[in-house]
């Protein structure tokens, strides 16, 4: 049940009560950085794609500014672009952002909420994991305190009659106690505890070390050691291993939410110790050697970083076209002798190898059947094994900073081979984060309130379409980065520019393929999406045609009357395209409100009467011809004559055009359609822009002969 407004009231005043006297943590708290203002301005605008690249920066998404505002709640309130939002509000909740139930802030955002999506997808949130988004990550350190298979511990601390089996590189990471004794005697194998120290005591330590649920009842039910003697060995312990948070988390435990905030800042606090050892030990320690030389490298196991496990990854062959240079016939002197470095062959190939721990490796089901089952690598050796892993190194290193530290800043440039790697390691939250960098960092920085067919979105750079005069084509420079037609850019009459060719971010060809072979489903949404919002770029393309013929193929025993699932997608977000800007406009007569696709009939209507108007427009202005230099750009209107030979002025012209009932508009302000035709407005070159395209898209189905 959704709490009233003057319910949030009261308990925004019990929790300001609360957090004032030190009881409980703001988790909201005041924000003023530069970075945190342009991330509230990114949600604002629906950019996804800059949202994206700050929250991997480490921007608070919890923060609010100075109007109480969270990310959360603005991204769901109807501002500037709807229909970004609803994904907005799932990115960023997936991110970590709080949106707890029973709190002000996380009612605020139910209160608030654009519509019945944006609040339903609040309200069936996991919120434990909207609260702690490293859960799975401190779940699987906490396992491996009473994990057996695979063996992957190196330590044993006996204490009296019990036995713990535990990690070197855990504990030097967790404890500084550890850390100082592992680093001087790193082959240590069994460390005794004093028998002073009762194992209850130690027991507990332990779990909190390894984040483990604190008990209740330092003493279990039938223990014949005295509370007060497991008091006195945990505060011994506490000590020792210099961990002073532990009795506070012990103290922690009668009330819920303060138990929880205690264990969250545990939790990044091992989070922080872990990856600095991470960085320091395993990326510190990477080694770039020859490939041919990868197979002699020995390291044993008393290493400084407690490894117990290489990885390798070779670097990517070079170009035919650089090897092919670097072998070329060097140049000769007079008498013969080549000139330049006695070595003409191309670089020998590179090979980076990490040393590793199987304990962070196990994370993913792949190692964990290799060092469970009955495999070479499961054994143990002389020195540490060396597993090749096929992906380049940059793309490694991300894979090892997630099972590390369970984030990854993965740049759009990798995210395409990490989205191959995480599949082949069976890492399916790794494979999800590829997959929303692709879908987000692939958008680009387009406006998607200015469609780009639009001549005034080339003068802002959201545009790249040039317009043909005669046939309205596009060349397409080469998969994934369409070109522009320079004879286009002679037939134009505007003293302004062209705009430079827009490159895109990624290969939507290569973006598509891997959504069909691993089977994700953002990843389709979002080519559908993409294609549709660049359609005019590639529906001439043979790639495109081949890859509709593919979707196509993709249905076994295919009949007429079925579908073809990449262009229904391609339609539908097609008809969202246009349907940005034919809302709140009046032209709901063109939009029903039931199937969200454009009415054909009524497009074609009014594109009709939009065509009977731009002829009557084009017809005024083609009385007036143009001398062209020989460079084509510069260009000097001569009047229009009349019937009995009198020159026409260009005002004359205007207004025999308007008593003829015809609007002409100016050649500098002019709406163009994709097949040069001249609209009345935006609206009326969307409607005729759409009919374009979905005629050929017909065509393209004729050629293909396809049936959908």
């Not at 592992?182 to 005591?201: D, F, H, R």
């Not at 094994?385 to 990854?408: M, W």
Request: glycine residues 6%.
């Amino acid at each position: 049940m959704v709490l009233r407004k003057h319910e949030l009231e009261g308990k925004l005043g019990e929790e300001s009560a609360l957090i004032k006297s030190g009881v409980l943590r703001d988790e909201n708290p005041l924000d003023q950085s530069p970075e945190f203002q342009d991330f509230l301005l990114a949600c604002r605008h629906g950019d996804l794609r800059k949202c994206q690249e700050l929250i991997g920066l480490g921007v608070n998404i919890n923060g609010k500014d100075k109007f109480d505002y969270t990310p959360l709640i603005i991204v769901c309130q109807p501002t500037y672009l709807p229909t970004l939002h609803p994904r907005g509000s799932s990115d960023i909740s997936e991110s970590g952002a709080l949106a707890e139930r029973n709190t002000f802030q996380g009612e605020r955002c139910i209160y608030n909420a654009l519509n019945d999506r944006i609040r339903n997808l609040l309200l069936q949130y996991d919120f434990s994991k909207t609260s702690d988004p490293y859960v799975y990550w401190s779940t699987h350190i906490s396992s491996l305190l009473t994990r057996t298979l695979p063996q992957t511990s190196d330590i044993t601390l006996v204490a009296g009659d019990r036995e713990f089996n535990l990690h070197k590189f855990l504990l030097a990471s967790r404890t500084p106690y550890f850390r100082s004794r592992l680093e001087a005697q790193p082959e240590t194998a069994t460390w005794n505890l004093a028998p002073t120290i009762p194992v209850e005591a130690l027991q507990i330590a332990l779990r909190y070390v390894y984040l483990g649920d604190l008990p209740r009842d330092i003493v279990p039910a039938g223990s014949p050691i005295s509370e007060e003697d497991v008091a006195k060995g945990l505060d011994k312990v506490s000590k020792q291993l210099e961990v002073e948070q532990l009795w506070e988390a012990i103290m922690a435990g009668g009330d819920r939410r303060l138990a929880r905030q205690r264990f969250q800042d545990e939790e990044e606090r091992a989070l922080g110790q872990i990856r600095d050892f991470f960085r320091r030990h395993v990326l510190g320690g990477k080694m770039v050697v020859d490939t041919e030389r990868a197979g002699d490298i020995k390291w044993s196991y008393d290493n400084s970083a407690f490894a117990d496990v290489l990885l390798r990854a070779d670097e990517l062959d070079e170009d035919d076209d650089e090897g092919a240079a670097a072998q070329a016939t060097p140049t000769l002197n007079g008498q013969g002798i080549p000139i330049g470095t006695a070595s003409g062959g191309k670089k020998p190939r590179k090979s980076a190898l990490y040393p590793v721990h199987k304990a962070m490796l196990i994370r993913s089901e792949y190692f964990d059947k290799m060092f469970s089952g009955d495999f070479v690598e499961s054994r143990r050796s002389e020195h540490l094994r060396v597993i090749k892993i096929d992906c380049s190194p940059a793309v490694l290193e991300l894979v090892l900073t997630f099972l590390y530290t369970e984030n990854t800043n993965c740049p759009l440039e990798h995210a395409l081979d990490l989205l191959y790697a995480a599949d082949m390691l069976f890492l399916d939250s790794l494979k999800s984060k590829a997959a929303v960098a692709i879908s987000t960092l692939g958008s680009g920085t387009r406006n998607a309130l200015v469609d780009r067919t639009h001549a005034h979105a080339s003068a802002n750079g959201d545009a790249n379409l040039n317009v043909n005069g005669d046939a309205g084509k596009l060349q397409n420079g080469g998969a994934g980065t369409p070109g522009v037609n320079g004879a286009d850019m002679a037939a134009t009459t505007t003293t302004t520019p062209p705009p430079a060719p827009e490159m895109e971010p990624i290969n939507i060809y290569d973006v598509i393929h891997a959504a069909w072979d691993l089977r994700v489903q953002r990843l389709e949404e979002f080519a559908a999406r993409y294609l549709a919002t660049r359609l005019e770029d590639y529906i001439d393309d043979p790639d495109f045609q081949e890859l509709i013929r593919e979707s196509a193929s993709r249905i076994h025993r295919r009949e007429e009357t079925d579908t073809i699932e990449l262009l229904d997608d391609i339609r539908y977000y097609l008809s969202e395209r246009f349907r940005l800007r034919f809302e709140d406009t009046g032209l709901d007569e063109v939009m029903p409100d039931d199937d969200g696709e454009i009415d054909p009939a009524m497009a074609a209507a009014l594109a009709d009467r939009s065509a009977e108007m731009a002829d009557a427009a084009a017809a005024a202005a083609a009385a007036t011809t143009t001398d062209t230099t020989q460079d084509g750009l510069d260009a000097k209107p001569k009047p229009a004559q009349q019937s009995n030979g009198t020159a026409v002025t260009e005002p004359a012209q205007a207004q025999i055009a308007e008593q003829e009932g015809y609007h002409v508009a100016a050649d500098d302000n002019a709406m163009r359609t994709l097949d040069g035709a001249t609209a009345e407005d935006e609206f009326a070159s969307d409607a005729i822009n759409y009919q374009i395209l979905l005629g050929k898209i017909d065509a393209m189905l004729d050629r293909l002969k396809l049936d959908a």
